[in-house]
């Protein structure tokens, strides 16, 4: 008798469960049309005021067995998790979501399909430093069958004191060779004021970690008719970087890649810690292409391959490394770049693990 009372309380429970289950969601349907209304007269998501009265209401009509804090705890639950479900289904319509566009973006400049599925190379000096530095390894490409090319123009760095990069005449060069040598050339602009003047001489302007939120550079450029790769920032959040991406395309730029470059955290082994992770979770909600920088999230030589290898195993569209003709005398991070028989080394090793093709067939483009 006693066991059928307590099965009796059960189901009564159960169904109290699923009463209270269904008008949650009923609630939480209604929430979400109210953000939207919102979001059409330009009110803010999260009034404070309305939330002290909703609660203020609950409690006053409370009959216990709870007590008042209780009550106060459990709606409040149920209110920030209404605000979250009103950001998550305004993060639905992000430009750079996969909700937004279900196939991968592929970027097509000078023949070369950046995020095709086929890996690419995107490598070359840190600093231009001449016309005959960049020259060499523009050879090196040509014999290899690579078709990107990369270096920095002008370089924000920590130091004031330190080489700063020879600014528009280093483009006039990343120009000059990406002609001969029929080579896609990539480099970082720091100034909004610089894009239209860059754009004259190189193919993909480059965003660096440094200034992934400098909103107004991100605005500019992607008021630009001109691919953009936009590296992490230091210590962004993924959430961070691909608002970060948003920006560019909110103003009608879709020629976004992203590039994972390693962020910084207390280990001191290499230069900054690769999150080898950012890979796929960027590829599941994100349509846009993603790279993965060996050289600047490690800043060691020893780790460019493997870290190489696991950045394409995870499905990355393709690498940066570094390239120097004489690393020994870079004017900026000598320590980390290769010199040309250990790149060739580098490549030969890739193509050996089978996760890189080579791009012979993006050179006939």
Not at 52 to 78: A, C, S, W, Y
Not at 126 to 149: D, I, P
Not at 166 to 179: C, V
Request: proline share 4%; hydrophobic share 40%; charged share 25%.
């Amino acid at each position: 008798m006693a066991h059928d009372l307590i099965d009796n309380m059960r189901k009564q429970i159960d169904e109290i469960n699923l009463q209270i289950l269904d008008l949650i969601n009923k609630r939480a349907t209604l929430v979400q049309e109210l953000g939207k209304e919102k979001e059409k007269q330009g009110s803010n998501r999260f009034d404070p005021e309305r939330e002290r009265q909703m609660l203020n209401q609950l409690v006053e009509n409370n009959k216990g067995p709870f007590n008042d804090n209780t009550v106060r705890h459990l709606f409040k639950q149920i209110f920030q998790v209404s605000l979250e479900l009103q950001n998550d289904d305004k993060k639905k319509v992000l430009l750079v979501s996969r909700k937004k566009q279900a196939e991968d973006t592929v970027i097509t400049v000078k023949g070369v399909e950046f995020g095709a599925g086929n890996p690419i190379l995107i490598a070359g000096p840190c600093s231009v430093e001449s016309y005959e530095q960049v020259k060499a390894v523009a050879e090196n490409h040509v014999k290899r069958g690579l078709r990107t090319l990369r270096g920095g123009a002008y370089k924000p760095r920590t130091s004031p004191y330190d080489f700063q990069g020879l600014g528009e005449e280093g483009l006039q060069i990343l120009k000059r060779i990406g002609d001969e040598y029929n080579l896609v050339t990539i480099s970082e602009i720091v100034t909004p004021a610089d894009l239209e003047m860059a754009s004259q001489y190189i193919d993909v302007i480059q965003i660096g970690a440094r200034n992934m939120q400098n909103f107004e550079l991100l605005k500019a450029a992607g008021r630009l008719n001109k691919p953009i790769l936009l590296k992490r920032g230091l210590s962004a959040t993924i959430e961070e970087f691909i608002y970060a991406a948003e920006y560019i395309l909110s103003e009608g730029n879709t020629q976004v890649m992203l590039c994972e470059r390693g962020i910084r955290t207390y280990e001191k082994a290499t230069r900054n810690t690769l999150d080898i992770s950012a890979v796929p979770l960027l590829k599941q909600e994100t349509h846009l292409p993603v790279f993965v920088d060996v050289t600047h999230s490690t800043g060691r030589r020893d780790l460019l391959l493997p870290t190489a290898k696991a950045g394409i195993a995870v499905g990355s569209d393709g690498i940066m490394v570094e390239v120097h003709p004489d690393p020994d005398v870079a004017l900026s991070d000598a320590k980390q770049q290769l010199n040309i028989p250990d790149f060739n080394k580098f490549v030969d090793e890739l193509l050996a693990s089978g996760l890189y093709k080579g791009e012979v067939v993006a050179a006939r483009g």
